[in-house]
């Protein structure tokens, strides 16, 4: 046992050499705009609470009535004793919302995605999957037995080539809809194209979308104008623009059903917590409601980039809460993230294996609970540590 202790050891010290290792820092607060962690207070720009509801009042007053009526545990999967009236009513809620037939809760966008490309691909069929998707996905692709070939990235034209050379009984494309380190959006209305001649399923992961883009914010394919027919596999999460926890699917009843009997991470997972799911439907609700949120989040966003680029910040092109800020080398991405600690600020330097070599950077968010005086400190230090 000390050998493989030891070997264990030589590799933590092989991260920490090559500025790789990752920290994790202690909250006594909730999200927000500003936060406490390890004992200090910093404005904080590295949430995915998008829209500032992961502290929202009435959704917090809904996760207190949902205990009270339904208790805090669901007490077991969904197809045993575990689904709650309040989860087939969020569940409704969101197919009205993102205008598909059914949608179906996961616990997690992880477990949601491994689900759903596992029981639809499986050997003998084949996944296509973008060269940057999000890890889950990736992992998705890999544990379906299924051919498994990445795509280079946003690169829709080079995926008809490799569709064609591929034939499969089943054949699964699968893309983020937002890429989540580099804040751009996938290519949708051609990789559609590409699918729909092929006989192809297409599948997006809209977790940084939805919430955020499009006129309601109903995500990326409101953005860009895309209907049911265009993506028929739709992964949300509750957890980043709606401020609470869990994921989805939404798609045709068909698909839904086949899920609940095939999906492996659906059906031997404990169902998420009834009091949370009555949280999320509040924090949709509010997300529709309130859409001065995605307002001032985006006159946040176009603020924050005419600033940088008339500084000539090394910025990606992004028109999401996802503002890149490219430095290339890890130490350069650490030693400025601490810095701007140093300062009051967090932003997390970003890393290999979670980025490609040579492109490290920070990986800065902003929230509709920022204000514009906060953003105005964040360029004002990046320009002077740049």
């Not at 192809?200 to 955020?212: E, F, Q, R, Y």
């Not at 500084?311 to 992004?318: A, G, W």
Request: one cysteine or more.
């Amino acid at each position: 046992m000390d050998a493989l202790l030891d070997a264990l050891k030589a590799r933590l010290q092989l991260q920490e050499t090559r500025q790789l290792y990752r920290r994790r820092r202690t909250l006594d607060s909730p999200q927000g705009a500003e936060i406490v962690a390890d004992g200090n207070r910093y404005v904080s720009f590295c949430s995915n609470d998008y829209l500032g509801l992961a502290n929202h009042p009435e959704v917090v007053a809904a996760l207190i009535s949902g205990a009270r009526q339904y208790g805090v545990g669901s007490g077991a999967a969904h197809l045993i004793t575990g689904h709650h009236r309040i989860h087939q009513q969020l569940e409704e809620a969101l197919a009205r919302y993102t205008g598909r037939e059914r949608a179906l809760l996961f616990s997690t966008g992880y477990m949601a995605n491994l689900g759903v490309i596992t029981a639809l691909a499986g050997r003998g069929d084949a996944v296509f999957e973008d060269r940057l998707n999000h890890a889950s996905l990736l992992d998705g692709g890999r544990l379906s037995g299924a051919r498994f070939t990445r795509y280079p990235h946003n690169e829709p034209s080079a995926l008809a080539l490799l569709l064609d050379k591929q034939p499969a009984a089943c054949r699964l494309v699968v893309t983020d809809g937002v890429f989540s380190m580099d804040g751009s959006t996938a290519r949708l209305q051609e990789l559609a194209d590409v699918c729909s001649t092929r006989q192809t399923w297409l599948m997006v992961d809209d977790a940084h979308g939805l919430g955020v883009l499009g006129t309601h914010g109903k995500g990326t394919t409101e953005h860009l104008a895309l209907s049911p027919q265009h993506v028929p596999i739709l992964m949300g999460t509750l957890g980043k623009a709606f401020g609470t926890f869990g994921a989805f699917i939404a798609g045709a009843d068909t698909l839904i059903e086949y899920l609940i009997q095939f999906a492996r991470s659906y059906i031997y997972t404990t169902a998420l917590s009834p009091a949370l799911a009555q949280a999320s439907l509040q924090a949709l609700q509010i997300s529709q409601d309130e859409s001065w949120r995605r307002e001032h989040l985006r006159r946040l966003i176009s603020h924050f980039r005419q600033r940088a680029q008339a500084l000539q910040l090394p910025i990606t092109d992004s028109i999401t809460p996802i503002q890149p800020y490219i430095t290339g080398d890890a130490q350069s991405a650490l030693a400025l993230s601490q810095r701007l600690q140093q300062s009051g600020l967090l932003v997390p330097a970003i890393r290999p294996p979670t980025v490609p070599e040579g492109s490290a950077r920070l990986r800065i968010t902003l929230s509709a609970a920022h204000d514009l005086d906060q953003v105005d400190r964040l360029i004002d230090q990046l320009a002077a540590h740049s």
